[in-house]
């Protein structure tokens, strides 16, 4: 590993630990809501300049590395092969996601609370329907996309035109060779902003410590423990054991460059912010550029087990609070919904409780009692990412080992 490496991954923990301890100290000091007050005020906006700088560089990012995997991979047939590997990782361990979350929140709702809720719970949910989402995935515009920031519209944009240049041989090379060329200043702009990285995970942390201090945890601890070890199975479960059996990786190793991703994931909740880190680590771990470059931006955008957990368990929790008992065929519905669910779900802070909608609305839970975990959705959410995006870089291991043998981790 590089010493630059080393570097960031080392800052950003510092930056971590340092955000969760001047966080407590706030909290400690002002108490919950001055200190929130404050924080969110005057030290949140510094990690907003930096998420807001990563989101202006992910949707070149994800246009032009995407439309560069796909032009590196010189045959249309490859494309195919990786994209269906990929696309299978991602609904398999999604899908065991699902049930992982189920198995552990029943586990769980013994404990939970029915709760006498008013009517007027104070969230009212958007509610995001089957097959508007999947309409919604075709771009009937060719700008608004990316104006809008439509990660699973981009993608598909990405895709079509990455084939196109495929396709057109000889004639397609020199925009081929433009897209490239874009890619690679992209990629050091991101370079540039990733530097301020560490800072931007110190001033997160700190305001999501001071504001969210133990008192609001104390309500929903539960229900937050529930989704926690579900989070932990998953990882040591599913992604030790595909990329021990898959990518023939030591998970200790995996887990060990993959964690700066996991931890920045963790501080900014966003997949699609972590992008760059991502792509990072799985260089880092020797995973060719030309399947990083596909896998990665597709995982962040389609590819969310933490978010198919949250939705399990939250599914169940507020079925539970509002005295539902739901059958098994009602979890299988709720293995369905959730899946397809965070598909749909943007790699953004908080789109997955959005997506919550869906799920509950499938098994007949009134969706404004999303209400009453939205004041705490950050720390479901923290999690939610940090797996969200483990599981792409596992399956940029895995599906490199498939299809161009070991793993070469870079040496710079
Ligand atoms: N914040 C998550 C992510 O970016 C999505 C979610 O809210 O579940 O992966």
């Given at each position: 590993m590089s010493k630059k490496k080393l570097g960031l991954g080392a800052k950003i923990l510092i930056g971590l630990v340092a955000g969760i301890i001047v966080g407590a100290i706030f909290w400690l000091a002002m108490g919950a809501e001055a200190a929130g007050d404050f924080t969110a005020k005057w030290i949140k906006p510094f990690g907003d300049i930096f998420v807001n700088l990563l989101k202006f560089i992910v949707v070149p990012l994800v246009l032009l590395s995407i439309m560069d995997g796909?032009?590196?991979?010189?045959?249309?047939?490859?494309?195919?092969?990786?994209?269906?590997?990929?696309?299978?990782?991602?609904?398999?361990?999604?899908?065991?996601?699902?049930?992982?979350?189920?198995?552990?929140?029943?586990?769980?709702?013994?404990?939970?609370?029915?709760?006498?809720?008013?009517?007027?719970?104070?969230?009212?949910?958007?509610?995001?329907?089957?097959?508007?989402?999947?309409?919604?995935?075709?771009?009937?515009?060719?700008?608004?996309?990316?104006?809008?920031?439509?990660?699973?519209?981009?993608?598909?944009?990405?895709?079509?035109?990455?084939?196109?240049?495929?396709?057109?041989?000889?004639?397609?090379?020199?925009?081929?060779?433009?897209?490239?060329?874009?890619?690679?200043?992209?990629?050091?702009?991101?370079?540039?902003?990733?530097?301020?990285?560490?800072?931007?995970?110190?001033?997160l942390m700190i305001w999501v410590v001071a504001a969210q201090g133990p008192k609001i945890l104390q309500s929903l601890a539960l229900v937050l423990l529930a989704a926690y070890i579900g989070y932990i199975i998953h990882v040591v479960l599913v992604y030790s054991l595909s990329v021990k059996a898959f990518a023939k990786m030591s998970p200790l190793t995996f887990f060990k460059k993959v964690f700066p991703a996991a931890a920045f994931a963790f501080a900014s909740t966003s997949s699609v912010a972590t992008l760059p880190i991502a792509k990072e680590c799985a260089d880092d771990m020797g995973v060719e550029s030309e399947i990083s470059s596909f896998v990665l931006p597709l995982g962040a955008t389609v590819n969310m087990d933490g978010t198919a957990i949250y939705q399990c368990v939250a599914a169940i929790f507020l079925a539970k609070c509002v005295g539902l008992d739901l059958t098994l065929t009602q979890m299988v519905v709720i293995v369905i919904t959730a899946t397809l669910a965070s598909i749909g779900t943007a790699g953004t802070s908080g789109a997955g409780m959005i997506m919550l909608a869906m799920v509950l609305e499938a098994v007949g839970v009134p969706t404004t009692f999303i209400g009453i975990i939205y004041g705490v959705d950050r720390l479901f959410d923290m999690g939610r990412t940090a797996l969200n995006v483990i599981g792409d870089v596992s399956c940029s291991v895995c599906v490199h080992q498939w299809e161009s043998g070991d793993l070469k981790p870079a040496k710079k």
């Open positions: 796909v032009i590196s991979m010189g045959d249309i047939s490859k494309v195919g092969k990786i994209g269906w590997k990929t696309v299978a990782y991602f609904l398999v361990t999604t899908a065991i996601a699902c049930i992982i979350g189920l198995i552990v929140a029943n586990l769980f709702k013994g404990a939970f609370p029915v709760l006498q809720l008013a009517e007027d719970a104070a969230y009212e949910a958007k509610t995001a329907n089957l097959m508007d989402t999947l309409v919604n995935i075709f771009p009937s515009n060719a700008i608004a996309p990316l104006a809008n920031a439509s990660m699973l519209q981009i993608i598909v944009i990405a895709l079509f035109f990455g084939c196109g240049i495929l396709v057109a041989g000889d004639k397609g090379k020199p925009f081929g060779n433009f897209i490239s060329s874009f890619n690679e200043v992209t990629q050091k702009v991101m370079g540039f902003i990733l530097a301020l990285s560490p800072y931007g995970v110190f001033a």
